[in-house]
């Protein structure tokens, strides 16, 4: 059976510091990724998704970039992170029409 | 421009009655739908979908209703119980450059199922 894994579960960083976010899945090959985020008392938003190995789509323009360096990995990174990048982070996989999530990251910039 | 939009932001119903969910969408090129169930500090899972050919989709206590005129869909749970609590997210696919689906998610809804 398939499997997202996505860490950390919550993470704390001040202002102006990098960002790393890793996502994998497992039981699957070639699966469509994506990075949504949910803002406090807001839908989930979709950041970025891939279809292949170092394709990325961005949806909105934001201080954060996605790469996919192998099939099932997806990472989510931010040079500087700003105040207004708080939010819960989740990992998506899909390769039809319903995606699964992983179990999310809750991200403070303070 | 928000494409699905849930309108009410919360919901409050006794157990054993009906809770009725809400969503619309404004693009009619969307071909399927879904509703995916939400708890707090968790990753939303995924619950029932219905295609744009339909108009009704049943899974035990989950009805989910498509009236495309109207471009509108509800999920129906009977009887409600309260461990469904939890935040609801209606969403809508659509295809992107052929090989590629991706889901336009409404800002959710949450429910409270009162014992």
């Known amino acids: 059976s398939q499997t997202i894994h996505q860490w950390p579960a919550t993470l704390v960083q001040p202002v102006g510091s990098p960002l790393s976010l890793e996502c994998t899945v497992e039981?699957?090959?070639?699966?469509?990724l994506y990075w949504y985020r949910q803002a406090a008392g807001r839908g989930l938003q979709l950041l970025f998704y891939?279809?292949?190995?170092?394709?990325i789509s961005s949806e909105v323009p934001q201080n954060l970039s996605a790469s996919r360096p192998q099939d099932r990995q997806f990472i989510l990174s931010s040079k500087k992170l700003l105040l207004s990048d708080s939010g819960f982070y989740l990992c998506?996989?899909?390769?039809?029409?319903?995606?699964?999530f992983g179990q999310g990251t809750r991200l403070t910039v303070v | 421009d928000q494409q699905v939009k849930q309108n009410s932001p919360s919901l409050s119903v006794q157990e054993g009655r009906i809770s009725i969910l809400n969503c619309d969408y404004t693009?009619?090129?969307?071909?399927?739908f879904l509703w995916y169930k939400k708890y707090p500090a968790e990753g939303p899972t995924f619950l029932i979908s219905?295609?744009?050919?339909?108009d009704k989709n049943e899974d035990g206590r989950f009805t989910v209703f498509l009236n495309k005129s109207a471009k509108h869909l509800s999920l129906h749970i009977v009887p409600s119980q309260p461990g469904d609590s939890a935040v609801y997210f209606c969403?809508?696919?659509?295809?992107?450059?052929?090989?590629?689906?991706?889901?336009?998610f409404g800002t959710g809804t949450l429910l409270a199922v009162q014992p």
């Open positions: 998506a996989w899909s390769k039809g029409v319903w995606a699964f």
């Open positions: 039981g699957t090959s070639n699966p469509n």
């Open positions: 891939s279809i292949g190995i170092g394709q």
């Open positions: 693009n009619s090129m969307f071909d399927y």
């Open positions: 219905i295609s744009s050919i339909k």
């Open positions: 969403a809508a696919s659509v295809q992107y450059g052929g090989a590629t689906n991706k889901l336009i």
